[in-house]
T-cell receptor, first 115, second 115 residues
Framework: NAGVMQNPRHLVRRRGQEARLRCSPMKGHSHVYWYRQLPEEGLKFMVYLQKENIIDESGMPKERFSAEFPKEGPSILRIQQVVRGDSAAYFC?????????????FGPGTRLLVL | AQSVAQPEDQVNVAEGNPLTVKCTYSVSGNPYLFWYVQYPNRGLQFLLKYITGDNLVKGSYGFEAEFNKSQTSFHLKKPSALVSDSALYFCAVRRVEGGYNKLIFGAGTRLAVHP
């Protein structure tokens, strides 16, 4: 009964490169959320996706960031032309339904370091 | 707008003593409230949640939290702290009405339990 899987766990990129973060939700979960945690801060919501649909991307920067959750395969958070300010821990969570009372279960995170 | 405040950056407790980690929230309408714990370089683990009903919620590892609507608080408690409870604790809120799915997190409180 695997939990939420994220890879890679650590990612180092130079400024201007692309970062691609993957998230596989818990088995049976079709709702995926991405959050970003800056050092010494709480988590900030970025985007909420269901299979093949972006439901809410209100927390995602308008430029350079994109997310997808295809019919098959993991959810991908993509950051183009990374800058030092993108260095953070990126967490993915999943839930069984979209109900407000549903618990979101978190993956171990991807720690992105931009040099 | 929704918000969560965790007024203490750090809480220090002696092992065996009771602990309280404070959380207050602001949300229009009724809230769903959550506590998560984060160990170093790990993802968030779900502890407990308040949905409706009994104001005292019991969760994992002996933790409990009390929902107080008049004070808009949801403090996390444990009768007897363990050294292994030392971690970063996050309170989160989600609005009940309106189909909002994103969690709004507090900045976190670092709990240090001393032997």
């Amino acid at each position: 009964n695997a939990g939420v899987m994220q890879n890679p766990r650590h990612l180092v990129r130079r400024r201007g490169q692309e970062a691609r973060l993957r998230c596989s939700p818990m088995k049976g979960h079709s709702h995926v959320y991405w959050y970003r945690q800056l050092p010494e801060e709480g988590l900030k919501f970025m985007v909420y996706l269901q299979k093949e649909n972006i439901i809410d991307e209100s927390g995602m920067p308008k430029e350079r960031f994109s997310a997808e959750f295809p019919k098959e395969g993991p959810s991908i958070l993509r950051i183009q032309q990374v800058v030092r300010g993108d260095s953070a821990a990126y967490f993915c969570a999943s839930s069984l339904t979209s109900g407000g009372q549903e618990t979101q279960y978190f993956g171990p995170g991807t720690r992105l370091l931009v040099l | 707008a929704q918000s969560v405040a965790q007024p203490e950056d750090q809480v220090n407790v002696a092992e065996g003593n009771p602990l309280t980690v404070k959380c207050t929230y602001s949300v229009s309408g009724n809230p769903y409230l959550f506590w998560y714990v984060q160990y170093p370089n790990r993802g968030l683990q779900f502890l407990l949640k308040y949905i409706t009903g009994d104001n005292l919620v019991k969760g994992s590892y002996g933790f409990e939290a009390e929902f107080n609507k008049s004070q808009t608080s949801f403090h996390l408690k444990k009768p007897s702290a363990l050294v292994s409870d030392s971690a970063l604790y996050f309170c989160a809120v989600r609005r009940v009405e309106g189909g909002y799915n994103k969690l709004i997190f507090g900045a976190g409180t670092r709990l240090a339990v001393h032997p």
